[in-house]
């Protein structure tokens, strides 16, 4: 595990993978990039939620398959509400999670979604593929289109939970824009199926996240499918 300095405006990269030539590599990647760097390093998911408490990151890359601690049960050890809590009183910025995967479309993914990583990477993803979503993430955006998202969800069955009283007081045009974002379709898709415009529909999706205390559309796409509210 190490931990190096960052200039104040880099997003601040932490690197969690077992295999050290693979982390070597994907770190050099990344100190190449334009207002970013790698600032800790970590070769188990036990020290990756160990440098997230001390340094708060940015952005975690996170490795699905490791020993000690894998990459989804510490995604969902980060994203823990006491640790949450902990971050937000000091003041840190949001932490976002990236999973890396060999397997497009892995159920481990799907999981780690769940706990509240912003999508996934495939281990042979090109360095600009690696810089572009590294900054998608530090903007609250997923890594992966929506539509993909919701496919990753759709063919992870979970039982679903009650229908919780935050979704129930949601207006009707909440609720029609929550099913649309939840397909997978973008603010210009949702606005035609809407009758609204673009604007109109980034209103309607921030008073969503509000009101069920959700982070991103990542989130709702996740939320949709726990509950059983998506077709």
């Given at each position: 595990m190490t931990h190096v300095p960052a200039a104040p405006a880099d997003i601040r990269v932490v690197l969690v993978d077992d295999q050290d030539l693979f982390r070597e590599g994907v770190r050099v990647i990344v100190d190449a990039q334009e207002g970013m760097s790698v600032v800790g390093t970590a070769g188990d998911g036990v020290q990756a939620v160990r440098l997230v408490d001390e340094l708060t990151?940015?952005?975690?890359?996170?490795?699905?398959?490791?020993?000690?601690?894998?990459?989804?049960e510490a995604t969902r050890q980060i994203f823990a509400p006491d640790r949450v809590a902990r971050r937000a009183a000091a003041g840190a910025s949001p932490v976002r999670v990236v999973v890396l995967t060999t397997f497009n479309l892995d159920d481990r993914a799907a999981t780690a979604i769940r706990h509240g990583a912003s999508g996934f990477l495939l281990k042979?993803?090109?360095?600009?593929q690696l810089r572009d979503a590294i900054r998608t993430v530090h903007a609250g955006n997923a890594v992966l289109a929506p539509g993909d998202l919701t496919a990753l969800m759709a063919g992870s069955f979970v039982a679903p939970a009650p229908t919780p009283a935050a979704y129930l007081g949601?207006?009707?045009?909440?609720?029609?824009?929550?099913?649309?974002?939840?397909?997978?379709?973008?603010n210009?898709?949702?606005?035609?199926?809407?009758?609204a415009s673009e604007?109109?529909?980034k209103t309607h999706v921030g008073a969503i996240l509000r009101k069920l205390s959700l982070r991103d559309r990542v989130q709702i796409v996740v939320?949709?499918?726990?509950?059983?509210?998506?077709?």
């Open positions: 990151p940015d952005v975690v890359l996170m490795d699905i398959r490791m020993p000690e601690l894998d990459g989804v042979d993803t090109t360095p600009v949601l207006t009707d045009k909440e609720r029609e824009v929550f099913a649309a974002v939840a397909r997978g379709l973008s210009t898709e949702v606005g035609a199926l809407v009758f604007s109109t529909v939320y949709a499918h726990e509950h059983g509210l998506v077709a």
